[in-house]
């Protein structure tokens, strides 16, 4: 499967961004679908997952009640709304894709098999 993401931005704090991960190839429907971040000289971190097979949502604590990802499986596209946003948010953010995670592993980054290109994220104070 291969991903595209997209929706970054600048933006003020207390802003919103919307950011989108559409895939092509692959059975969509089956698929974990996570966003992750990376900070400049921070590792890349979790912010939230979207398990196609469960139809569960996953959030990192501090973007809980900010950040809502949903899926459009008719457009193999996965949303993550961001709200409140903060300059803490600041990074490249990512999508990834894997078909076979457990529910303990959808927050760890080497468990994925497919990545988008980064979506650069900026939040001015």
């Known amino acids: 499967v291969q991903l595209q993401a997209s929706g970054g931005g600048l933006v003020q704090a207390g802003g919103s961004l919307r950011l989108s991960c559409t895939a092509s190839?692959?059975?969509?429907?089956?698929?974990?679908i996570g966003w992750f971040r990376q900070a400049p000289g921070k590792e890349r971190e979790f912010v939230a997952a979207?398990?196609?097979?469960?139809?569960?949502?996953h959030y990192l604590d501090s973007v809980k009640g900010r950040f809502t990802i949903s899926r459009d499986n008719a457009k193999n596209t996965v949303y993550l709304q961001m709200d409140s946003l903060r300059p803490e948010d600041t990074g490249v953010y990512f999508c990834?894709?894997?078909?076979?995670?457990?529910?303990?592993?959808?927050?760890?980054?080497?468990?994925?098999?497919?990545w988008g290109q980064g979506t650069q994220v900026t939040v001015s104070s």
């Open positions: 979207h398990r196609g097979s469960a139809m569960t949502t």
């Open positions: 990834a894709a894997d078909d076979r995670l457990i529910q303990s592993s959808i927050r760890v980054p080497g468990q994925y098999d497919h």
């Open positions: 190839g692959g059975s969509f429907r089956r698929y974990t």
